[in-house]
Structures are given as C-alpha cells and as structure tokens.
C-alpha cells in the first residue's frame, strides 16, 4: 500500500523560505519508475501541480509561476520527496499536497497548508 505523508508547512513571511517534506512507503525510489509531483490547492480553484521529478533520475520540471523559486529533489536513500521554496509570495498561500505515480496508479497525501502573510 503506497503512502504519502507531508510535513513541513507553515506561517511565513513574504520572502522567506519553508522546506515540504513528502515521505513515500510502500513503494522505493530505488526500484522501477515513477514520477513525484507537488500539487497545490486554494478553495475555489482546481489543484494545480508545481513541481515534478521523476524516479529514477532527477528530471524537474515547474510551472512558470513558481520556476526559479521552488526546488524539488529527493533522497533516494530515506524515499523523500522536497519541495524547497523560496522568496514565498502572498499567492503561494495554498494547501500542498504530495502525488505519487506508480505502476500506472495515483496516490495522494493528505496536505500540509502554506500560508504567506505579514
């Protein structure tokens, strides 16, 4: 059974930084394929994906909105996927969520919120 728990949200000022942290069970980095996205939400709107990299290799791609200011990586050895995310602006005030793709299924975590404010 796959399973994605993230951690690492929060209050932060605009301009600062937080580091997501999605840790994956059920499945490991080390074997086969698979792609790795973070997703974020906000009420009224359809959750849109900012980052992703693939498994294995470290191809990244991200959305114009946040390229150049977010980094996803992962940790092969602790089966981590993060989402760095730096000079945080107002409107990536959002409930973050972790997507896994593996042997053709999806999985979700269950959120961390990120709010962004004075």
């Known amino acids: 059974q796959v399973r994605l728990v993230e951690s690492g949200g929060g209050l932060v000022q605009p301009g600062g930084s937080l580091r997501l942290s999605c840790a994956a069970s059920?499945?490991?980095?080390?074997?086969?394929?698979?792609?790795m996205r973070w997703y974020r939400q906000v009420p009224g709107k359809e959750r849109a994906v900012v980052a992703v990299i693939t498994i294995p290799g470290r191809h990244t791609v991200y959305s114009d909105s946040v390229r150049g200011r977010f980094t996803i990586s992962k940790d092969d050895a602790k089966n981590i996927v993060y989402l760095q995310m730096n000079d945080l602006k107002f409107e990536d005030t959002a409930v973050y969520y972790c997507n896994a793709h593996v042997n053709g299924a999806t999985f979700w975590g269950q959120g961390t919120q990120v709010t962004v404010s004075s």
């Open positions: 059920g499945f490991m980095f080390g074997f086969g394929s698979s792609v």
